[in-house]
């Protein structure tokens, strides 16, 4: 059973580049999430998607888009890179809002 | 959500229980208590949740003050292994929802 899996794991992209995040889970969950860690911080929520067909933005959604492809997949696109967007970023799902999340294992992104 | 508040760091001895507090005296009626745990860089990892009532399970215990203005994470045997940043949060949902992790507790279990 994977849980919840992140693609790619490492990635490096000039500033104005663009590039899809992609995220999968097999637990049947309903709500999935996008978070960005900076070093030293906790984790800031970017988008979530409460069921599949709706999203919604959270904290800090500036600077990203999302598609919830369908119940499993959940993918963050960066349509024109900056540096500030430099993290670590992890998607999460649920079964419901409260319910416990499980999170993938984050992608590493850095923008030069 | 309702903001929480836990100190920065805390040391453990190994084999002893370790106790994490959280102050979250704004948490409404319908919000949970949550604490998830992050070893390294690796993704959180979930610990246990609870309303109210206190919560046992195989990891950890989470004592929840009458009031519901602060709890604690009791981890009854720390192994070195439990060294990581430890995040409480509370959530609900009422049609728009968020999760907001705080800065959490760096916890540092030694041998």
């Known amino acids: 059973n994977a849980g919840v899996t992140q693609t790619p794991k490492f990635q490096v992209l000039k500033t104005g580049q663009s590039m899809t995040l992609q995220c999968a889970q097999d637990m049947n969950h309903n709500s999935m999430y996008w978070y960005r860690q900076d070093p030293g911080m906790g984790l800031r929520l970017i988008y979530y998607s409460a069921s599949e067909g709706t999203t919604d933005k959270g904290e800090v959604p500036n600077g990203y888009n999302v598609s919830r492809l369908n119940k499993r997949e959940f993918s963050l696109r960066l349509e024109s890179a900056a540096p500030s967007q430099t993290s670590v970023y992890f998607c999460?799902?649920?079964?419901?809002?409260?319910?416990?999340?499980?999170f993938g294992q984050g992608t590493r992104l850095t923008v030069v | 959500d309702a903001k929480t508040t836990q100190p920065p760091s805390m040391d453990c001895a190994e084999g002893r229980a370790a106790n994490l507090p959280c102050n979250h005296s704004?948490?409404?009626?319908?919000?949970?208590v949550y604490w998830y745990r992050q070893i390294h860089s690796q993704g959180p990892q979930y610990i246990i949740h609870?309303?109210?009532n206190n919560e046992t399970n195989e990891m950890a215990s989470l004592i929840i003050t009458e009031d519901r203005k602060s709890s604690t994470l009791i981890l009854p045997h720390a192994t070195l292994r439990d060294t990581a940043v430890y995040y409480c949060i509370v959530r609900f949902y009422t049609g728009g929802f968020k999760t907001i992790f705080g800065a959490g507790t760096r916890l540092f279990v030694k041998a």
């Open positions: 999460a799902s649920s079964y419901g809002p409260n319910t416990e999340a499980f």
């Open positions: 609870g309303l109210k």
């Open positions: 704004t948490i409404s009626g319908n919000e949970y």
